[in-house]
């Protein structure tokens, strides 16, 4: 299953080892959400929803661009996409944005503002300043900055999302969406790696010890935990 849009660290290769997990999740927990702190670019999310179709899902993100994203464009809540919005002069003005100004601007442009950087960026990586200005070049040898063909990626991932009104999007730090957490979710657990932490919002060891420690918690709880960071495995290990 491929992800709505393309992101470092997309989680694409573990849905089919993550499915066995889930479908037993299911069936013991009929009650229970699916939650989801690290959303991305939410290809988990979507096979949970087809699996799962009944099972709300609380889900959140660090990065209140690509939440947007999520909630609106993908939705088809906003209108759709026109030649106007890959322009020079657009693709220009969002990549000036900051973050400063995220709460002045409409759903619309909150969220064209995230696939128009993403899309037309080398690598299709997100790299801010400290100010959020986007910071990847425009990845001129493959037609980053070509009008149509940013059209046709705004085009094929508008209207191709799976949230509902009744599921929940939290814009914040990880630790504000696990503070809902309740007995009988199924909380999934797959934080940026050192290789992909500088893409996005930054999380450090610091990070890494606080989540696990919550693990050990929420274990005792009757909230049901799926890891999937190879390279911090061993610290959930030694904690629990």
């Known amino acids: 299953m491929r992800p709505p849009f393309p992101w470092n660290g997309a989680k694409t290769r573990l849905v089919s080892k993550l499915r066995p997990y889930i479908q037993a999740w299911g069936a ?9 702190p690290f959303l991305g670019s939410g290809v988990v999310s979507r096979q949970v929803r087809k699996m799962l179709p009944s099972v709300p899902q609380l889900v959140g993100d660090a990065n209140p661009w690509l939440v947007s994203a999520h909630r609106y464009w993908l939705r088809g ?6 030649l106007a919005d ?10 000036s944005m900051e973050d400063s100004e995220f709460d002045e601007l409409s759903s619309r442009d909150q969220a064209l503002r995230f696939l128009v950087c993403l899309y037309s960026a080398w690598g299709n990586r997100w790299q801010t ?4 200005s986007f910071a990847t070049p425009i990845n001129t040898a493959r037609a980053g900055g070509d009008a149509d063909f940013l ?3 705004l085009e094929d991932s508008y209207g191709s999302g799976w949230f509902r009104d009744s599921d929940g999007l939290v814009a914040a730090p990880w630790q504000e969406t696990l503070k809902k957490a309740e007995a009988g979710d199924l909380v999934f657990l797959d934080s940026p790696y050192p290789e992909t932490a500088g893409y996005c919002i930054g999380f450090n060891l610091r990070d890494w010890s606080e989540m696990y420690l919550w693990v050990r918690d929420a274990v005792e709880q009757g909230i049901h935990v799926l890891v999937c960071n190879p390279g911090t495995l061993s610290l959930l290990w030694g904690l629990v």
């Not at 013991?28 to 939650?35: D, L």
């Not at 809540?77 to 026109?82: C, K, N, S």
């Open 77 to 82: 809540l906003v209108d759709g996409p026109t």
């Open 28 to 36: 013991s927990s009929p009650h229970g959400r699916w939650v989801e």
């Open 86 to 95: 890959v322009s020079e002069s657009s693709i220009e003005r969002y990549r």
């Open 129 to 132: 300043k400290e100010d959020g």
């Open 151 to 153: 059209l046709r990626r």
